[in-house]
């Protein structure tokens, strides 16, 4: 069965403060390996998909990097708005499996 | 371009009553999702519409709960008769093709049963 584990469930971060947030995952036939963000009573919105090891992709102050078991989201120097649920999932086939998150609360 | 919407936003109901979620996916996506949340655990799989057909719903938790999508367009989920256990945040997500393409997700319907 396919597997997805998110650490740490929640990060305290002061303004500034860069962090990794960790997802691994065993599956068979990893199609993608999907990063969304969520706040609080909105659906998942989608920031990157990695689909082989070694690959990275960046938007603004966030970085995901992708190995055969595990996959990391930097962020750098973070503000008080990138504060929300970061949500690893990994398709195969055409389904998502989910982790549980990771709560980021960043303070001025 | 129009996101996924999803009706209604939150739902209440009584044990044993029906309710029934509606989801429109972004315009032009054959694929279409449905996702639930349950309190305190992550979110899982119900099952996978392509265009009118059900190509998979191998996560749908009983027979109590029933999915269509005429004509290909958007889709209703149904729970008939709720039970307290189907309390939880549906999401719908839609993608224009399979294998690997990324899913748009829609707000979600907070379901409570009481």
């Known amino acids: 069965e396919d597997q997805v584990t998110q650490s740490p469930e929640a990060l305290r971060l002061q303004e500034g403060e860069s962090s990794s947030l960790n997802c691994s995952y065993t599956?068979?036939?990893?199609?993608?390996l999907f990063w969304y963000r969520q706040d609080p009573g909105k659906g998942p919105e989608f920031l990157f998909t990695?689909?082989?090891a070694g690959e990275e992709k960046e938007k603004e102050r966030l970085k995901a990097t992708l190995t055969k078991k595990e996959s990391f989201l930097h962020i750098t120097a973070p503000k008080p708005e990138d504060s929300a649920t970061y949500l690893c999932?990994?398709?195969?086939?055409?389904?998502?499996?989910f982790g549980g998150g990771t709560r980021v609360l960043v303070k001025p | 371009e129009a996101g996924v919407t999803q009706f209604p936003s939150h739902s209440v109901i009584e044990k044993g009553q029906t309710v029934t979620l509606r989801c429109d996916p972004i315009?032009?996506?054959?694929?279409l999702y449905w996702y639930r949340r349950v309190m305190g655990k992550e979110i899982k799989f119900l099952l996978h519409?392509?265009?009118?057909?059900?190509?998979?719903e191998s996560g749908m938790p009983n027979n109590r709960f029933l999915a269509e999508r005429t004509g290909g367009t958007y889709s209703t989920l149904k729970v008939q008769p709720a039970e307290l256990e189907d309390s939880g945040v549906y999401f719908c997500?839609?993608?224009?093709?399979?294998?690997?393409?990324?899913?748009?997700f829609g707000p979600g319907t907070r379901l409570t049963v009481l």
């Open positions: 599956v068979s036939g990893l199609r993608g």
């Open positions: 519409f392509v265009k009118e057909s059900k190509q998979d």
């Open positions: 997500a839609s993608s224009p093709w399979t294998g690997g393409d990324t899913q748009y």
């Open positions: 990695l689909y082989s």
């Open positions: 315009s032009g996506h054959d694929n």
């Open positions: 999932a990994v398709q195969t086939i055409n389904k998502l499996t």
